[in-house]
């Protein structure tokens, strides 16, 4: 169920374009009756009285104008669109993936990725150093780990100012050992070393995450960290939502944290070379009710 609070802006959001769909309507009934009373037929012919026909045309087509504005807001109307190429954005929001069957490490030389491809107790480590460059990174073929997926996102964004990465965190239906907000910290280190100027934001917080089975808690992180951005100047179109990492949940409500912002799109990294970035941006003229 949605919280409270979005379920009170969507219900003024309503309420407004109502408001002003029927103001639009009533401007154009006024300004239809100006533009006839302005025109006049008389024994010499048509004859137009210029003021009042052209504030009476002028009334209609803003009335107009506010009614399509307004109006398409109260009509269920949907669109998905699909694009296989990156759009650059200044903010990413991610999901973090929980960090399974390896560990990162930070040596003199660098990182290290030290993966136990099964997971099997006794299983011997594969130990690789990672390349310095977010290219040749993105771009190994072994071992496979979750992050590598993260920093591929990262790639597609050359010119990122800000990351915000939401942490999961234990619920009721799922396992806490395997919440990944325990590794946000090192997330944002290793993100840092290929993106050095990036600001790494933790959502929530620090050591705390967000239920990746909780829709409600994840829509209400999503609608909380887009009041964050727009404080720091950056508007919707400046942010791209990443799904790749995260439950199936998370996944369904960064793509539902779209549909009433026609700017806002999200993405997925596909999970095959050449591994493409895939946006989509999907709204609808009437924000529902999820």
């Avoid at 506010?66 to 650059?88: A, D, E, H, K, M």
């Avoid at 997971?119 to 780990?145: F, M, Y």
């Avoid at 791209?240 to 779209?258: E, P, Y």
């Avoid at 997925?268 to 070379?273: D, R």
Wanted: proline residues 6%; positive net charge; glycine residues 10%.
């Amino acid at each position: 169920m949605p919280s409270r609070s979005r379920r009170k802006r969507w219900k003024f959001r309503r309420l407004g374009a109502w408001l002003m769909t029927f103001t639009g309507t009533l401007v154009m009934a006024i300004g239809s009756n100006w533009a006839s009373n302005g025109i006049t037929w008389e024994s010499g012919g048509l004859r137009l009285a210029p003021p009042i026909t052209l504030l009476g045309i002028a009334s209609f087509m803003a009335g107009a104008a506010l009614v399509y504005r307004f109006g398409r807001q109260l009509l269920p109307i949907t669109s998905l669109r699909q694009r296989n190429t990156p759009n650059p954005r200044k903010v990413l929001i991610i999901f973090l993936s929980e960090k399974r069957h390896y560990d990162l490490l930070r040596g003199p030389r660098g990182w290290q990725i030290s993966s136990m491809r099964n997971g099997s107790p006794g299983e011997a480590p594969q130990v690789i150093d990672l390349p310095d460059r977010l290219e040749e990174t993105t771009r190994l073929t072994a071992p496979h780990w979750s992050w590598q997926q993260m920093l591929r996102a990262i790639e597609a964004h050359p010119h990122v100012e800000r990351i915000y990465l939401i942490g999961s965190q234990g619920g009721s239906q799922s396992d806490s050992a395997a919440s990944s907000c325990e590794h946000a910290a090192l997330a944002g280190e290793l993100i840092r070393t290929y993106r050095p100027g990036v600001s790494i934001d933790i959502r929530p917080r620090p050591g705390q995450g967000v239920d990746f089975e909780d829709m409600s808690a994840l829509l209400d992180e999503i609608d909380s960290i887009l009041d964050h951005a727009g404080q720091q100047g950056y508007e919707e179109s400046d942010v791209m939502i990443d799904i790749t990492g995260g439950q199936k949940t998370a996944s369904i409500a960064g793509a539902l944290a779209t549909l009433h912002r026609s700017a806002l799109e999200f993405q997925y990294v596909s999970t095959h070379a050449p591994y493409r970035i895939i946006r989509f941006n999907a709204s609808t003229e009437r924000g529902g009710d999820f």
